[in-house]
């Protein structure tokens, strides 16, 4: 069992920044897989960016160039720096892993407003 817990959502003015964390505790050393998924109102849940334990990185496209998803493995946690944002990225966040299966975290909102 593999416990992810997200943090760092909330407001933010379009054009600035934010920094999502997700913490994984349990079962972690079989984690070959990362990612943040986000859900806007009405829509599907849709990948935004993942990261393997080799370090390799992909990015939806709408987010490529302003977000980047890193690693920290001494503190066991994910992150999303979340850079010029606009309003089309005001969703609930999610973060997963998969480590012989599949988990999620509880999702954390991100609101861009004026």
């Known amino acids: 069992q593999v416990q992810l817990v997200e943090s760092g959502g909330g407001f933010v003015q379009p054009g600035g920044s934010l920094r999502l964390s997700c913490a994984a505790s349990?079962?972690?050393?079989?984690?070959?897989?990362q990612a943040w998924y986000r859900q806007a109102p009405g829509k599907q849940r849709e990948l935004v960016a993942s990261?393997?334990?080799?370090?390799?990185?992909n990015y939806a496209e709408d987010v490529k160039g302003r977000f980047t998803i890193s690693r920290d493995n001494a503190r066991n946690t994910v992150y999303l720096q979340m850079n010029s944002v606009n309003t089309e990225d005001t969703a609930v966040y999610y973060c997963?892993?998969?480590?012989?299966?599949?988990?999620w975290g509880q999702g954390t909102q991100v609101t861009v407003s004026s």
């Open positions: 349990g079962s972690i050393f079989n984690i070959n897989y």
């Open positions: 990261i393997t334990t080799g370090g390799t990185t």
């Open positions: 997963y892993c998969f480590s012989r299966g599949a988990y």
